[in-house]
Structure formats: C-alpha cells, structure tokens
C-alpha cells in the first residue's frame, strides 16, 4: 500500500463573525455632497434621500431649527434670530460644523438609528478638490457615523451612472454641472487622464440672473425667484425658447414692490458670461487631450451630467462649439449618486483616501 503524502493546505485567513455580521446587518451608502443638494443612496435600496442642501439654526440658541426641504423652504423668509443656509460652498465645506450635523442626519434618515453596525460610505467630491479639503469631507463623514469612508471623484461616479465603461482603454468625456461646480474629464482606464473643475454652477446662474435684473431692470429678487426664472424661460441658446413670465421683486430705484415682463433671451444674457467660461474649458480640455483618445470621444461624443445641463439648448450649445455630438444622459441630477451606488459593489476592492481616516 502507498502511504498518503500528508499535503499543507493552503493558509487562508479566517474572517471573523463580527465581519460576517458587519456586512450583514450594516448598510453600504453612497452620497452625493453637493452645493445645491444630497442625495444619498443606499446598497440594495436605491436613491432614498434627495433634498436640498440647507440647514437652518437659531443665532440665539445655536439650535437647528431645520435641515432639507424646510429648510429650503425658509431662505430669505426668516425672522432676524434664524439663518438659512448652505453649508457647502462650490463643493467644498463651508461650515464644518454644520455640514457633520446635516450628515449624521440624512445617514439616520437613511438607514435608521437602530443598526448595530457603522455605515461604509462612499461620498463624491469635485475632481479639483484638495487634500485638505478632501481630509475635511472624509472627517465629517467619520464624526458623522461612518465606519469606512471613501471619496470618489464626481467626474468618475457620473460616467459610471451614465452607463459608460471606465474600466475600458476608450476614452470618454464627461461635463458634470451642479449646484456650486463644473467638471469637465477625460476618462480611461478607470481613471481620471485630464480634468478641470471650474467654481461654477446651478447657484452661479441664480446668481447671474439676480445680478443682471438688478443692474439691467433694477429690480431686486431672491434666489428662489431667479430659480424659477431659469427653469421655466431660461436658455442658453440665440435660437432656443422665446418666453416671457412676470417676476415680482422690490425696485432699486422707488425700493417699492414692482412686477414686469422677463423673456427669455434676457435670461441668456444673463447667463452668457458663466456659460462662456464653461465652454471654454470644455474646449481648453479637448486640446490637451491625447490624440488616440480624442478619437474615441469623437465617435463616441459628450456625455452630460448634473441640474445645470438641464438648462434648454446648452447640450446644443456644446455640440455646436466642439463640433462633436453631445447627450444628456438618463436620469442628470441622480446620474452621479447612482454611479457611486455601483461603485459599492467594489467597496472592499477601494482604498481609503488616507490611512488614518
């Protein structure tokens, strides 16, 4: 008879039952840290959570009066002791403080109070954003009630929300407009080749619009109002919509309530500067772009992501600049919140940002 080699299994570490059990009953989320909005999506759940970016507290008390929707609800119509605010400015925090509160709660909101486990948490941040700031955001999310943070550039949650393949040698192109920035990437490899991110945003044209009735019509209106103004006749094209609505504001000159007629090529005027510039650098991003990749993105186009793209004629403007077909994908305002809920699939394959985090 043959005596049986006595053969060494292979040695594989043994996973615990507290990381069985971590996994099991703690919930992966992704979280779109925007400006203008969060939203928040939890693994096998979906987009639960998308609610403006606001929180409200008592100057007196230093109290949070309230955060999301009521919140919104209250700029600019808030007795002197309450401030309404976002504590998030052009994708960057703000108020550190504020921003720690407003993540705990939607984190709560989201998945409950009652886990037994942290949440790991997957939050996408502008593609320009420094160490610092990026250290601040992993921080708050941390104190917040995380267990594992990752950050996740926007440019890349957006391609993967838009269906693209990032992890092919093509090359793909992704404009990116939210609520505070602009980014323009190129994408290969499942990495970010060139990118460029401009301090402008939804909130900008808000902006654009408050600051050229005032100047123009000298009529003086809120932020709320200018949103709409965008919304219902705003263009970024000569040849787009011809539209007209009454805005109801207080008159620079008589500081008495005034209401007129606002049409639309009036809100492109407006808007003229700030689109200007994000073409700008679209175009200043495809000239530095390697040949063999520009070659992709001509086949394959442009693809456009975020509220502000929402604007009517700006995919037609791009296409016009660039010569290059240019498509708003399924779903903008959610396209970056659900790349980043795919991304969760690969959560124990990413690395933490910093080690220390």
């Not at 507290?18 to 779109?32: C, H, K």
């Not at 808030?78 to 509160?101: K, S, W």
């Not at 999310?141 to 269906?163: D, F, N, S, Y």
């Not at 016009?320 to 708003?328: C, D, E, I, K, R």
Request: glycine share 8%; proline share 3%; charged share 25%.
């Amino acid at each position: 008879m043959k005596k049986k080699k006595n053969r060494k299994k292979a040695h594989t570490p043994k996973k615990s039952h507290s990381f069985f059990l971590a996994n099991w009953l703690g919930s992966d989320i992704a979280i779109d840290l925007g400006t203008a909005n969060i939203i928040v999506y939890v693994r096998k759940r979906g987009v639960v959570i998308n609610e403006p970016a606001v929180i409200a507290v008592d100057k007196d008390t230093h109290k949070v009066v309230a955060i999301g929707s009521e919140a919104h609800a209250m700029l600019g119509r808030t007795p002197r002791h309450i401030q309404a605010y976002h504590p998030l400015q052009n994708g960057v925090i703000a108020d550190y403080d504020a921003t720690e509160y407003m993540l705990r709660y939607f984190i709560h909101k989201a998945i409950g109070k009652a886990l037994l486990f942290k949440p790991r948490v997957i939050i996408c941040v502008p593609s320009s954003i420094t160490n610092v700031e990026r250290r601040a955001v992993m921080e708050a999310a941390m104190q917040a009630g995380a267990r594992k943070t990752v950050v996740m550039e926007e440019p890349l949650a957006a391609a993967i929300g838009a269906g693209l393949d990032v992890a092919s040698s093509n090359g793909s192109m992704v404009v990116d407009i939210g609520g505070g920035t602009t980014d323009v990437a190129i994408l290969s490899l499942s990495g970010i080749v060139i990118s460029e991110s401009l301090r402008i945003g939804g909130n900008t044209f808000d902006e654009d619009i408050i600051q050229y009735l005032e100047k123009i019509k000298h009529i003086t209106i809120g932020q709320h109002t200018a949103e709409e103004l965008k919304i219902l006749i705003g263009t970024a094209c000569k040849d787009g919509r011809s539209l007209t609505a009454d805005v109801r504001g207080r008159s620079t000159e008589t500081g008495l309530p005034v209401m007129m007629d606002i049409d639309s090529q009036e809100i492109r005027q407006a808007l003229d500067e700030s689109i200007q510039r994000i073409l700008r650098a679209i175009v200043s991003i495809l000239e530095k772009t390697p040949p063999e990749l520009a070659a992709d993105i001509a086949d394959h186009g442009i693809v456009l992501t975020g509220g502000g793209l929402l604007l009517d004629g700006f995919d037609r403007l791009i296409s016009q600049t660039t010569g290059m077909a240019a498509y708003l994908c399924d779903e903008p305002l959610l396209c970056v919140a659900n790349g980043a809920g795919k991304a969760l699939r690969e959560m124990d394959r990413l690395k933490d940002s910093f080690d220390d985090a």
